[in-house]
């Protein structure tokens, strides 16, 4: 893909805002992505938007209410639910859109209103003849986090892994963190700190796992050739990707409860599948990004997709950070925003703080954050029961 | 009061997926085996999922009783509702992923057992337990592991 550019970005900032109901803070990132792009909301043809779990009947038709609240064009409107990999997932669609030639401008946008704490468990209105294992996780006291501590232990057993590589995570993302204003937490985290966290799931410490949030992002696409009447420094999306699991994958995925992994086939597939289409679709490989947003929902996700998507050797990623390799600064910058970690997970809205940290890398604006000579990004934004996004940008 | 009022109501987290239902004793798994292609599945289900079969001649079969720990975690804080336990009664409670000799991981909480007393590669046997009394005051009956 070479001929889409991203001419307006808007972020709603991340935080609890009891006061404001997700349409607002919708619409306040949509505004915010039209200034930027110098339109107004009748030059939008097509409209993707994330559809929300949270939100009830209402959430599951997101856009068409946030059509309603900007004032209703007649425009083709989606909406789409890939679990925490919305967001990336509906900028790819409208990527998309936007190639094959559908429509000129398209608005990619989500929102979203999470619970505190652990996420609530959302019962199925008709049950399977068989209880789903969605169902029955939560009955049996397994909650999201779990399943990563599972993972985390074992890859901690095999490569030597330890308590203080895992607080380290939280010690890199909240330095970047630290420095952005567009991030909910700014503080800096000290490794002790962390350590002294209560723990959640053995080997999962508070810190070491991303908060939930309220947070909402707009993206405007446009036509490659197009976008130069509407901004001096459009950045292009060359590489987008979506996955879904391989058959005999080995992870032990959100929410399953039994499963049979087969030789050879990597962990968290629908990452490697995601990271390779986007690579492929951009002519690239690993070698070719100046910085990566991960998905830190946790300090295992952190290593493990820098591994999975082709950054680093499986087992190797935490002596990168060891090294300082994934700082500003070092070879391979991780998360300049300061991640989920810094922000918390806004589900369906994530993918988009994650481009909009891009899309400002990329055009020289991060102070700073600044991670200097910023040519390429890339994202991968993961969603449970096996949904990725991975988008590559360029200037 | 009456003996039929004081009987303990119960229910199975669900249907055909261990046996026995009585709890309190050690059990097995029932998971879907295909015939053609050799692969398990649980929860059980009315097809074989793998891409690669095109027969997909499934039957229920209970899984062998014991397993080895592949993974393992604890549940330190309670775990949120559905759940139902008392924040102050919650002791940390291991939870493992084992290996089944049949090739198929099984997920669920240890019975009686520590964070510390877990490891990887330890055998661990399926018992049925009643997991809490649920909201509307039925014992719910599912699967856990023991140390061997």
């Known amino acids: 893909m070479d001929d889409i550019a991203i001419i307006g970005v808007g972020l709603h900032p991340w935080g609890k805002f009891p006061e404001k109901f997700w349409t607002n803070m919708a619409s306040d990132a949509i505004y915010m992505a039209l200034k930027d792009a110098g339109i107004t909301w009748k030059d939008i043809q097509i409209v993707v938007s994330g559809s929300q779990n949270w939100g009830g009947r209402k959430g599951i038709y997101a856009g068409s209410y946030i059509d309603e609240v900007m004032g209703y064009t007649g425009v083709p409107t989606m909406n789409i639910n890939n679990a925490c990999a919305t967001g990336g997932t509906c900028i790819a669609v409208a990527a998309a859109m936007v190639a094959s030639g559908q429509a000129d401008i398209v608005l990619a946008v989500a929102a979203d209103k999470s619970a505190k704490g652990f996420f609530p468990f959302l019962p199925p209105y008709h049950e399977e003849p068989v209880p789903a294992d969605d169902t029955m996780r939560w009955l049996m006291g397994l909650p999201n986090p779990v399943y990563w501590a599972l993972e985390c232990r074992k890859k901690m057993e095999k490569y030597g892994i330890t308590d203080d590589h895992l607080a380290m995570v939280k010690v890199a993302t909240s330095k970047h963190g630290a420095i952005n204003p567009a991030a909910r937490y700014k503080k800096e985290f000290t490794r002790e700190e962390v350590l002294a966290s209560p723990m959640v799931c053995n080997p999962l410490r508070l810190f070491e796992i991303c908060a939930t949030s309220d947070g909402a992002g707009a993206v405007i696409l446009c036509n490659a050739k197009k976008a130069k009447q509407f901004t001096s420094k459009p950045v292009h999306i060359v590489g987008s990707g979506l996955g879904s699991p391989l058959y005999g994958d080995p992870t032990t995925r959100i929410p399953v409860l039994g499963f049979e992994p087969k030789e050879g086939m990597p962990i968290i597939s629908e990452s490697w599948v995601a990271a390779r289409s986007a690579f492929k679709d951009a002519g690239m490989g690993p070698e070719d990004i100046d910085f990566v947003e991960v998905p830190d929902n946790s300090s295992w996700h952190y290593f493990q997709y820098l591994e999975t998507m082709g950054f680093f050797e499986e087992g190797t990623a935490h002596l990168a950070l060891e090294r300082g390799e994934t700082m500003i600064g070092g070879k391979l910058p991780v998360c300049p925003s300061g991640g989920f970690s810094s922000f918390g997970e806004a589900t369906m809205a994530q993918g988009f703080a994650q481009v909009y940290e891009m899309v400002l890398q990329l055009r020289g604006e991060c102070g700073q954050r600044q991670v200097q000579g910023a040519k390429v990004g890339m994202s991968e934004v993961y969603g449970m029961a096996g949904n990725n996004a991975a988008l590559i940008l360029k200037n | ?148």
């Open chain 2, 1 to 148: 009061m009456t003996e039929a009022q004081t009987e303990q109501k119960r229910v199975l987290l669900g249907e055909g997926l261990f046996t026995p239902t009585e709890p309190g004793v050690d059990g097995q798994i029932i998971a879907t085996h295909c015939k053609s292609c050799g692969d398990y599945f649980f929860p059980r289900s009315f097809t074989c999922h793998n891409p690669e079969c095109d027969e997909k001649d499934v039957e229920d079969v209970a899984l062998s009783p014991t397993g080895i720990v592949d993974t393992y975690s604890d549940m330190s804080y309670p775990p949120p509702p559905p759940y139902v336990v008392k924040k102050e009664d919650w002791v940390p409670t291991p939870v493992v992923s084992v290996k089944m000799p049949e090739g198929i991981h099984i997920i669920g909480m240890m019975d009686e057992c520590k964070p510390e007393e877990v490891s990887i590669g330890m055998e661990v046997q399926t018992v049925i337990r009643v997991l809490y009394t649920n909201k509307s005051g039925e014992e719910l009956v599912g699967w856990k592991f023991r140390k061997v």
